[in-house]
């Protein structure tokens, strides 16, 4: 990008970027033979460089949508697993649970059974949903 000057010291001692364009120089030459680039060429490359960012967001902002979509679907999978899983160790429990005596299910509380069946409900809800929403494989 050699196209732009470096700044000069003007008579005064400021600093000045353009001599082309100080009277008090003596020298008034053309922009065009001093280096310095037209507006529409510095703003075409502006252009250029912003499209190529807007390019870069693009690509980076479909790879983080793929990447989290795929992050998503394998959460997904895991509490499914887990889900089933817990369901199998409870029903493991409850066939072992019936050969215990009868006596400690009578010294149970009959609201703690309805609370069981409450959770049972609502797990048999949960499963549903999944399955509905694509979980059931």
Excluded: W
């Excluded at 680039?37 to 967001?57: A, D, F």
């Amino acid at each position: 990008m050699g196209d732009f000057v470096s700044p000069a010291v003007g008579p005064n001692g400021s600093i000045c970027i353009n001599n082309s364009m100080n009277p008090a120089s003596g020298n008034v030459v053309s922009a065009g033979a001093v280096g310095i680039p037209k507006h529409s060429t510095v703003v075409e490359r502006l252009r250029q460089r912003i499209e190529g960012c807007r390019r870069h967001h693009n690509i980076c902002e479909t790879r983080y949508q793929q990447a989290h979509s795929e992050q998503l679907e394998l959460e997904r999978r895991e509490t499914v697993s887990l889900y089933q899983r817990t369901l199998e160790q409870r029903a493991k429990k409850s066939t072992g649970g019936s050969k215990q005596p009868q006596n400690k299910q009578q010294q149970q509380d009959p609201d703690s059974a309805s609370s069981t069946e409450h959770r049972t409900s609502t797990l048999i809800a949960l499963r549903n949903l999944l399955t509905e929403s694509g979980g059931g494989e």
